[in-house]
């Protein structure tokens, strides 16, 4: 017996709803950059499932982009972090409110 | 076999990102995150997609987690968050809510729209022959958006440096 494409479908939606209940709870900033990086793959997990299911390449193609821009993602927003942690040490999420009028 | 091998890599998927989401200490959170890119590059492997495999342990387990263990060292934010402080009262009760909604609506829409994937086809490509359709898909039918990656990550690069680099005389 193998595992079909809807097992997978199914794993990758715990995936993302375990990822987006992380990124609501959570307020250390770069806990909710993992918490993105999660919802990143099981949308990955789903791409590849359907692209073996159709046996068409076009959607690990897609992966392969995924995977590209969520690096440019991660370095820019650590960048982000890095410059905001250096002036506010140990600012969480809620504590960034400066542009408040 | 194969469902063994999809029963305990999705184990380590579901419990690295459960181990993401309540760890106090953000190094154990990244190593959960380890775990649970580890089990998807498995679950890649049995799906006969063997180059994202190898680019999601390389990339994603190897350098972009090592990214985020380097900014936590360098941050010094490795110490445990305190969860019991609550400013918003309501705001975890409502997150759990909502994701267990999110997760609900989604697999329930999954498992419902099963039937419309059609009937399963066993007409699988063999292995080696994964890297050469993907590259060939990559540098013909997507040439352009390949070669836009490529400016993409020079500006992420700049634009990261110019970030974080301290000027000398006003404050950074």
């Known amino acids: 017996m193998e595992p079909t494409t809807t097992s997978y479908l199914v794993l990758a939606a715990l995936l993302f709803g375990i990822g987006a209940t992380g990124l609501m709870i959570r307020r250390n900033p770069l806990v909710m950059f993992m918490c993105i990086e999660l919802m990143l793959n099981a949308v990955n997990l789903t791409f590849v499932a359907l692209a073996t299911r159709f046996s068409d390449i076009d959607g690990q193609t897609a992966v392969f982009f995924v995977m590209v821009v969520a690096a440019a993602e991660v370095v820019v927003g650590l960048g982000i972090i890095i410059s905001i942690m250096r002036r506010r040490p140990g600012a969480t999420v809620d504590d960034l409110a400066e542009l408040k009028g | ?172």
């Open chain 2, 1 to 172: 076999m194969e469902l063994i091998v999809f029963v305990l890599a999705s184990a380590m998927v579901l419990s690295g990102a459960i181990g993401v989401v309540l760890f106090r200490n953000p190094v154990h959170a990244a190593l959960g995150l380890v775990l649970t890119l580890f089990g998807v590059a498995v679950h890649f492997v049995s799906m006969e997609a063997h180059f994202l495999a190898a680019v999601q342990v390389i990339v994603y387990a190897g350098a972009i987690v090592v990214l985020f263990l380097f900014v936590i060292m360098l941050l010094g934010v490795d110490r445990a968050e305190d969860l019991t402080i609550e400013p918003l009262k309501l705001q975890r009760p409502v997150a759990i809510v909502l994701g267990a909604g999110v997760t609900v609506l989604v697999a329930g829409a999954v498992v419902r729209g099963a039937d419309t994937l059609g009937r399963e086809t066993n007409a699988s490509a063999p292995g080696d022959s994964n890297i050469r359709a993907l590259a060939r898909s990559l540098y013909s039918d997507h040439v352009l958006a390949f070669e836009l990656t490529s400016v993409l990550l020079i500006v992420a690069v700049a634009g990261t440096v110019v970030l974080t680099r301290r000027l000398k005389k006003s404050e950074g």
